[in-house]
Antibody
Framework: QVQLQESGPGLVKPSETLSLTCSVS????????WTWIRQPPGKGLEWIGY???????NSNPSLKSRVTMSVDTSRNQFSLRLMSVSAADTAVYFC????????????WGQGTMVTVSS | SYELTQPLSVSVALGQTATITCGGN??????VHWYQQKPGQAPVLVIY???NRPSGIPERFSGSNSGNTATLTISRAQAGDEADYYC?????????FGGGTKLTVL
């Protein structure tokens, strides 16, 4: 079964850039859409954006100006950069795979907590 | 932008049937997916395409979708079903989540 693992700093200073990577194991990154989703403490899920293995992207309009996503098929990884962060960006960040047959998210990483604080 | 509305909380007696709704404009024509999230864990897909169960999800979980409401039904509720549940759709190539419903099993 495909597994996803997020990695990156757990603490980011305000106004700096949050950078996370999601590593895909026991399966290929090719042929799928890969998504970032976050969850502020005690709150619901918020979609950040997705990237296709070929590199095309789409993101939440509320975050679009600050979000960059990339994919490295040779490493079976994809990444998220969120610029100019503030305390409002403090959240657990999940990566997930959009299923091939349906458009549901069938595989999720365990999530990584990112705190924005000086 | 498209919005999904869920009740904040639902309670169900042990062994009884829980119903969680997800309201959206003409949601009946969309593919609705449901996720279960327990504290400190990642969400798990429990229903996709409105009524399909992924492998490994008990038959006690079922879904329906019509008109302006999608419904997740959990039969013979168990203590282990206590969790937050989120509905999700795609709208204009964007992902939309409902606000989530906390299910309490009494």
């Amino acid at each position: 079964q495909v597994q996803l693992q997020e990695s990156g700093p757990g603490l980011v200073k305000p106004s700096e850039t949050l950078s996370l990577t999601c590593s895909v194991s026991r399966g290929s990154i090719s042929g799928y859409y890969w998504t970032w989703i976050r969850q502020p403490p005690g709150k619901g899920l918020e979609w950040i954006g997705y990237i296709y293995y070929s590199g095309s992207t789409n993101s939440n309009p509320s975050l679009k100006s600050r979000v960059t996503m990339s994919v490295d098929t040779s490493r079976n990884q994809f990444s998220l950069r969120l610029m100019s962060v503030s305390a409002a960006d403090t959240a657990v960040y999940f990566c997930a795979r959009r299923a091939g047959g349906s458009d549901a998210f069938d595989v999720w990483g365990q999530g990584t907590m990112v705190t924005v604080s000086s | 932008s498209y919005e999904l509305t869920q009740p904040l909380s639902v309670s169900v007696a042990l062994g009884q049937t829980a119903t969680i709704t997800c309201g959206g404009n003409n949601i009946g024509i969309k593919n609705v997916h449901w996720y279960q999230q327990k504290p400190g864990q990642a969400p798990v897909l429990v229903i996709y395409g409105g009524l399909n169960r992924p492998s490994g999800i008990p038959e006690r979980f079922s879904g329906s979708n019509s008109g302006n409401t999608a419904t997740l039904t959990i039969s013979r509720a168990q203590a282990g079903d206590e969790a937050d549940y989120y509905c999700q759709v795609w709208d204009s190539s964007r992902v939309v989540f409902g606000g989530g419903t906390k299910l309490t099993v009494l």
